[in-house]
Structures are given as structure tokens and as C-alpha cells.
């Protein structure tokens, strides 16, 4: 019997709802080309519990996987396990230093970061940094390990060395997530304020809260990425939409739609590409020419699938999702806590050209 596969019906009623979404006055007008981007490989990697933030060490072609009560590491390139990072609960954040030879990762329900050597996987040591850690980076220009404090509402500096807490700055709101210009500048967005704020910090000096950016008419920030220098921000927001950002006067530059659920975004600055992941099932792709961006494809990946890291070497994209008990292009995606992830289903598409 001849008709469209799962995929291509998801893409329909995707399509669908795009057209009778509202896109508002000032929304940017786009042609749609045609489609580049497309799931290239899926890593099944089984196992229980949920996930959360994941990162690409592109050079040491490793993966990072925030999962529940471990990180999972693999093979970017075979999708192969390579091994499991121990005793954590509630895996939110994780970053790979090479220059330490360290990794890290954010425990929420422990509120401490943890940890690793990169060769090992050991856990090295631990230390409490505040209520709920989630979103973690690392400044390689001080040096510094910012961890965010969710039901904290704080962002602890930490040094890595010594494994101890420098400061810690009050952010007036709950932080989702957050990157370094690697020169001491450290953007976060604050969820429940819709701002991004920016701290910061020099080698020697306290960190400071430097200036707050108001994202209207995105909500709920969620996902942040930059442009080289951090002369540009690309937010993804809670409600279906990203925005381009000023990184030095934090004026909204331009405004997109994207799919529901959004959580995650990156960007491709050898290739001028900007990414934002979205639980429905849709992986939103932007192109940026001479600091202008424009829409240039909607991929459709699959239910769930809402965070994403970025392998700078190949251009692709790694994105974790899994059955749930509960199937549902949206709710699940926007309220997360409350999906029940199918035992053994858990996969790592791989979407690229």
C-alpha cells in the first residue's frame, strides 16, 4: 500500500501548523529552498533515564552526554560507547577541558559539579556550588568554571584547579544556559525574565554583573549560542521563536519562527550556519552572511529530540531523544519533567549534509 511514511506525515502536519501559526508584523519573511539537511545516521544507545545538555569535543572526537545518573561519552564518529562518567544525579551540564585534561558536569538534585579525567573517566572530585546547577562553561581566558544555578537563581565561578568556589553572583532569575566569548565575557539567559545577562570577568578581579538584555519578543529564553567574538547572539525561546541579538548593546536584531519545545542552538562559524532544536521534531536552520541571518531550512528529526550539540570538524549536528509512554509532537516537549522515557529506546541522531 503506497503513501507517506512516519516521517514524511510528521513533516505534513509540521507544515501544517506552521501555516496556521500566527508570524506576527515584524517576523522575517523567508523562501524555503530546497532541503539540504537531513538525518545522516542514529546511534541507539539504549539504556534508562532521561538527558539533558551534551557537548562535542570535535578534536578528540568524543561526544558528552548529560544523562540522569552519569554522562555517557561516544565516538563522534561511530556512535560507538566509549565509556560512562559515574555518580551524578540529575546530569544537566557538562564541558571537556583538553588543557586540563578534565571534564566536568553539573549535578542538580547533589547541587555540585563534578569532576572527570578525560582518559579515565574516573570522577576526580566534586564540590557544591549551589541549589540545582544546569548550564556549565568554561572561560579559557581566566580560566574559570561558571556553573548556573537554576532553582538558585546564581552563577558560582569555580575554580577548576583547586576544585573551589571563587564567588557567587545573584541573577535575579532562574538560568537556562550560557557561553563564553573565551575573553571573560559570559552570557546566560535568565528563563523566567526572558533576559540575557552578562558577566564580566578578568584574571585576578571579582567577576561582575556587567548588563542585563531584554529579548522581547522572545519568551523563555532557552538555547544560546554566538557568532565569532560573541558580536552576535542566537537565542532560541519558549515560545516558538529565535532571536538575533547585539552582543555589545544587547539590541534584538532580528526574530524567527521555530518549532514548539524549544531548548537548544548553536552555531557553525566556518560554514555561517545557525542552529535551534526543538522537541516537536524540528531542527530550525538559519544562515548568517556578513553578520545578516535568514531562514534557510526546517529539518525534521523526531519527538523529543530538543537538545543538540554542534561537531565543529564535520558540520553536524548530534541530537538525543527516546520513546515516551505518552506520544505527543508538543506537550512532552514543553514540559519535560513530566515524560516517561521507554526503557532501551534512547537514540543520537546525527543530522548533516
Request: glycine share 12%.
Amino acid at each position: 500500500m503506497m503513501g507517506l511514511s512516519r516521517q514524511g506525515l510528521r513533516y505534513v502536519r509540521f507544515a501544517a501548523a506552521c501555516i496556521l501559526a500566527s508570524v506576527g508584523p515584524v517576523a522575517v519573511a523567508h523562501a524555503e529552498p530546497a532541503a539540504e539537511f537531513h538525518e545522516i545516521a542514529r546511534f541507539a544507545l539504549g539504556g534508562e533515564g532521561g538527558w539533558d545538555w551534551l557537548t562535542v569535543d570535535a578534536a578528540a572526537r568524543r561526544v558528552y552526554i548529560a544523562r540522569a545518573t552519569r554522562v555517557l561519552v561516544i565516538d563522534a564518529d561511530s556512535g560507538a560507547l566509549v565509556g560512562e562518567v559515574p555518580g551524578l544525579d540529575g546530569a544537566h551540564g557538562v564541558v571537556a577541558v583538553a588543557e586540563l585534561g578534565q571534564g566536568f558536569a553539573t549535578s542538580g538534585k547533589t547541587g555540585e559539579v563534578i569532576a572527570f579525567d578525560l582518559k579515565s573517566l574516573k570522577v576526580t572530585g566534586r564540590v557544591k556550588v549551589g541549589d540545582n546547577p544546569d548550564a556549565l562553561v568554561y572561560d579559557r581566558f581566566t580560566k574559570k568554571l561558571f556553573a548556573f544555578n537554576g532553582k538558585g537563581k546564581s552563577a558560582a565561578i569555580v575554580d577548576p584547579a583547586k576544585l573551589s568556589v571563587l564567588q557567587t553572583i545573584p541573577l535575579a532569575g532562574k538560568p537556562e544556559f550560557a557561553v563564553t566569548d573565551d575573553a571573560g565575557r559570559v552570557f546566560v539567559n535568565v528563563e523566567d525574565t526572558s533576559e540575557i545577562v552578562v558577566l564580566n570577568s578578568e584574571i585576578g578581579k571579582p567577576t561582575t554583573l556587567q548588563a542585563r538584555y531584554p529579548l522581547a519578543p522572545c519568551q523563555g529564553p532557552t538555547g544560546l549560542a554566538m557568532t565569532p567574538g560573541a558580536s552576535q547572539l542566537l537565542v532560541g525561546c519558549s515560545n516558538r521563536t529565535a532571536v538575533v541579538v547585539d552582543g555589545k548593546t544587547g539590541k534584538v536584531l532580528q526574530h524567527f519562527k521555530t518549532g514548539a519545545g524549544v531548548d537548544a542552538a548553536g552555531f557553525d562559524a566556518q560554514r555561517g550556519l545557525g542552529f535551534v532544536s526543538a522537541g516537536q521534531g524540528v531542527l530550525t536552520v538559519l544562515s548568517e552572511v556578513k553578520g545578516v541571518f535568514s531562514h534557510l531550512q526546517d529539518v525534521v528529526t523526531a519527538n523529543g529530540a530538543r537538545t543538540m550539540a554542534f561537531d565543529a570538524k564535520t558540520g553536524r549536528v548530534f541530537l538525543p531523544t527516546a520513546q515516551f509512554e505518552v506520544a505527543n509532537t508538543v506537550a512532552p516537549a514543553a514540559t519535560p519533567g513530566k515524560r516517561t522515557v521507554v526503557p532501551g529506546s534512547f537514540v543520537v541522531l546525527v543530522v548533516g549534509k
